[in-house]
């Protein structure tokens, strides 16, 4: 996946298009649907996140802007980013607070037959 997208540096392409083009590559959602067209232009990249977690960053230079759809990007650089954290088990947390709770309910009652 990373020697295809590794072949778009140095090509221009329009945005939409570079946008559907890594979409499609990666499996990731599309960049405009996620981001105003300002702001990809501010940050100069698109990042794309596969089902298995890794992101791709795709770096461009805005070769010549005529708006979102007739301006020309120039694809500089594509990153690799490493995966990112698997969800994390919180179930000896739950287990815990539930714990808390039920001593909690028992200290409770505990007191309210006393007084």
Same mark, same amino acid.
């Given at each position: 996946?990373?020697?295809?997208l590794?072949?778009?540096?140095g090509n221009? /392409?329009k +945005?939409?298009?570079?946008?559907e083009?890594?979409?499609?590559?990666?499996g990731?959602?599309?960049? @405009?649907?996620r981001?105003?067209?300002?702001?990809?232009?501010?940050?100069?990249n698109?990042s794309?996140q596969?089902?298995?977690?890794?992101?791709?960053v795709?770096e @461009?230079n805005?070769?010549?802007?005529?708006?979102? /759809?007739d301006?020309?990007?120039?694809?500089?650089?594509?990153?690799?980013?490493d995966r990112?954290?698997p +969800?994390?088990?919180y179930h000896?947390l739950?287990?815990?607070? @539930?714990?808390?709770i039920?001593i909690?309910?028992?200290?409770?009652?505990l /007191?309210?037959l /006393?007084h």
């Amino acid at each position: 996946m990373l020697a295809q997208l590794e072949k778009l540096v140095g090509n221009t /392409f329009k +945005p939409h298009e570079l946008d559907e083009l890594c979409a499609r590559i990666t499996g990731g959602q599309r960049e @405009f649907r996620r981001l105003y067209w300002e702001d990809i232009v501010g940050l100069e990249n698109m990042s794309y996140q596969t089902k298995s977690g890794i992101t791709y960053v795709i770096e @461009f230079n805005l070769y010549k802007d005529d708006g979102e /759809f007739d301006s020309v990007l120039e694809v500089s650089d594509v990153e690799e980013l490493d995966r990112t954290a698997p +969800p994390a088990n919180y179930h000896k947390l739950y287990i815990i607070l @539930f714990g808390i709770i039920i001593i909690s309910v028992a200290v409770y009652y505990l /007191f309210s037959l /006393f007084h």
